[in-house]
T-cell receptor
Framework: GAVVSQHPSWVICKSGTSVKIECRSL??????MFWYRQFPKQSLMLMAT?????????EQGVEKDKFLINHASLTLSTLTVTSAHPEDSSFYIC????????????FGPGTRLTVL | KNQVEQSPQSLIILEGKNCTLQ??????????LRWYKQDTGRGPVSLTI?????NTKSNGRYTATLDADTKQSSLHITASQLSDSASYIC????????????FGTGTRLQVFP
């Protein structure tokens, strides 16, 4: 299966700053990547679908101007949390779908964001 | 409304014992059901994937069952180990978009020596 990495694994920032999270598919070219958010003791919630070479598709209720997604290459997608606030503190996870028909989705290790 | 419900919310067992986790779903149209293991502070890792035609699938000490008629699934863990302590998440995907995943809230399993 695909190996997915995220960087950083955790980050602490002050309120009002912007934070960039990277998601890399290390052994698999991905035209699509997914970004999820997970609050404590809750399930993963899809935020957006990152599309290589085109605009991301955001889920209802997710502010596209606050959560900027860039998918500049087949192996890298970035999520930038702009003007972060304490309520943005969460666990952010990306995933890469497997080969067409494989029905698999491979998740990264996650990034813990804490906004003070 | 597409939903996936899991029970129990949490479970404590002793090392070496077996346990069974439950998943009920109301997702339609159904494509497949997956069980993931998520260690604390880590991303989910796939354990099993089953389509509607598959009744059971095993992965080592993990055995998943699926009853597509009653829309229920279970994950049985045999001879539990300390490393099994994690959250187990039941996930269902839609047939018109298999990348669209409906997540359960998970069962938090703790295995004690």
């Amino acid at each position: 299966g695909a190996v997915v990495s995220q960087h950083p694994s955790w980050v602490i920032c002050k309120s009002g700053t912007s934070v960039k999270i990277e998601c890399r598919s290390l052994d698999f070219q991905a035209t699509t990547m997914f970004w999820y958010r997970q609050f404590p003791k809750q399930s993963l919630m899809l935020m957006a679908t990152s599309n290589e070479g085109s605009k991301a598709t955001y889920e209802q209720g997710v502010e596209k101007d606050k959560f900027l997604i860039n998918h500049a290459s087949l192996t890298l997608s970035t999520l930038t949390v702009t003007s972060a606030h304490p309520e943005d503190s969460s666990f952010y996870i990306c995933s890469v779908p497997g080969l067409a028909g494989a029905r698999e989705q491979f998740f990264g290790p996650g990034t813990r964001l804490t906004v003070l | 409304k597409n939903q996936v419900e899991q029970s129990p919310q949490s479970l404590i067992i002793l090392e070496g014992k077996n346990c069974t986790l439950q998943c009920n779903y109301t997702v339609s149209p159904f494509s497949n059901l997956r069980w993931y293991k998520q260690d604390t502070g880590r991303g989910p890792v796939s354990l099993t994937i089953m389509t509607f035609s598959e009744n059971t699938k095993s992965n080592g000490r993990y055995t998943a069952t699926l009853d597509a008629d009653t829309k229920q699934s279970s994950l049985h863990i045999t001879a539990s180990q300390l490393s099994d302590s994690a959250s187990y998440i039941c996930v269902v995907s839609l047939s018109y978009n298999t990348d669209k995943l409906i997540f359960g809230t998970g069962t938090r399993l703790q295995v004690f020596p």
